[in-house]
């Protein structure tokens, strides 16, 4: 059973930084297969990033040159760094794995930008 539990939201004012974690629980082949996606009201979930089969990196156009999603093997968690926040970024946070069965979520994290 995979388990995805994030942890780093809050409120912040623009300019500002937040660093996302996503602590993997369960047996998984490989954190490429994860990203982060986010989700305001009224609007679809939206993918901000994530690894590549290879094990590159690929991101919204929105927030490239400022975020940056990272991993830490050794502790089977992904991270999220945010830098220059803007208030369009607040939404909930999701971690994200996928694999042939499908896709498993974390709960979210809720990230508010106040201008």
């Known amino acids: 059973q995979v388990r995805l539990v994030e942890s780093g939201g809050g409120l912040v004012q623009a300019g500002g930084s937040l660093r996302l974690s996503c602590a ?18 009224g609007k679809q979930r939206e993918l ?5 089969f290879w094990g590159g990196s690929n991101y919204a156009g929105s927030v490239k040159g ?11 968690t992904i991270y999220l760094q945010m830098n220059s926040l803007k208030p369009e970024d607040t939404a909930v946070y999701y971690c994200n794995y996928h ?14 930008v106040s201008s």
């Open 24 to 41: 993997v629980s369960g047996s998984i082949p490989s954190l490429n297969a994860m990203g982060w996606y986010r989700q305001s009201p």
């Open 48 to 52: 901000v990033a994530a690894f590549t």
């Open 66 to 76: 400022r975020f940056t999603i990272s991993r830490e093997t050794a502790k089977n």
């Open 99 to 112: 694999n042939s069965m499908g896709d498993y979520w974390g709960q979210g994290t809720q990230v508010t």
